[in-house]
T-cell receptor, first 111, second 112 residues
Framework: GESVGLHLPTLSVQEGDNSIINCAYSNSASDYFIWYKQESGKGPQFIIDIRSNMDKRQGQRVTVLLNKTVKHLSLQIAATQPGDSAVYFCAENINFNKFYFGSGTKLNVKP | SQTIHQWPATLVQPVGSPLSLECTVEGTSNPNLYWYRQAAGRGLQLLFYSVGIGQISSEVPQNLSASRPQDRQFILSSKKLLLSDSGFYLC???????????FGSGTQLSVL
């Protein structure tokens, strides 16, 4: 079954502020993690990934942090925009072929 | 470039009717293919994955089955739908040497 979970189901932030979405995982064998963004009625879109041999990875306005000691993953979005409103999922890759997803965090960006 | 096609976008079916959802991938060969189901407001549950033609692995016991008759074709089926089969079904693929998972646009299935 799924071993990935999220701390907060809903996060509301003001436009322009930074957002932090957290994720906990329980399988220490997981070696690859992905963050996805899902807009209503659409399939999830790849945002950023990180391997277990890294602690941090940056993309355009997004940063993923990995703390293997406490099995915690976070997604930071800088200068949050209305277009960032969506549900965000973290996923872990176990045994290369399998991806397991958390229950998601809904991000609401207030203008 | 690679693309994934999934259809239909929405489907309303009566209880006890059969189901066939199709997914095809273009622009890649020998992809890993996946079927996920998403209940309203929930996360994604892995149903099936396939690493090659005719090779299907099931994650959870259920009323559904999957088949992969061609390298880039993945089909989700049921002989008799249940109310609990309602949900948002997503097909996804990953490259043979690339672990990134890419999703189709999904099928919203309502069983009434």
């Amino acid at each position: 079954g799924e071993s990935v979970g999220l701390h907060l189901p809903t996060l509301s932030v003001q436009e322009g502020d930074n957002s932090i979405i957290n994720c906990a995982y329980s399988n220490s064998a997981s070696d690859y993690f992905i963050w996805y963004k899902q807009e209503s009625g659409k399939g999830p879109q790849f945002i950023i990934d990180i391997r277990s041999n890294m602690d941090k990875r940056q993309g355009q306005r997004v940063t993923v942090l990995l703390n293997k000691t406490v099995k915690h993953l976070s997604l930071q979005i800088a200068a949050t925009q209305p277009g960032d409103s969506a549900v965000y999922f973290c996923a872990e890759n176990i045994n290369f072929n399998k991806f397991y997803f958390g229950s998601g965090t809904k991000l609401n960006v207030k203008p | 470039s690679q693309t994934i096609h999934q259809w239909p976008a929405t489907l309303v079916q009566p209880v006890g009717s059969p189901l066939s959802l199709e997914c095809t991938v273009e622009g890649t060969s020998n992809p890993n293919l996946y079927w996920y189901r998403q209940a309203a407001g929930r996360g994604l549950q892995l149903l099936f994955y396939s690493v090659g033609i005719g090779q299907i692995s099931s994650e959870v016991p259920q009323n559904l089955s999957a088949s992969r008759p061609q390298d880039r074709q993945f089909i989700l089926s049921s002989k008799k739908l249940l109310l609990s089969d309602s949900g948002f079904y997503l097909c996804a693929w990953a490259g043979e040497d690339d672990e990134k998972l890419f999703f189709g646009s999904g099928t919203q299935l309502s069983v009434l």
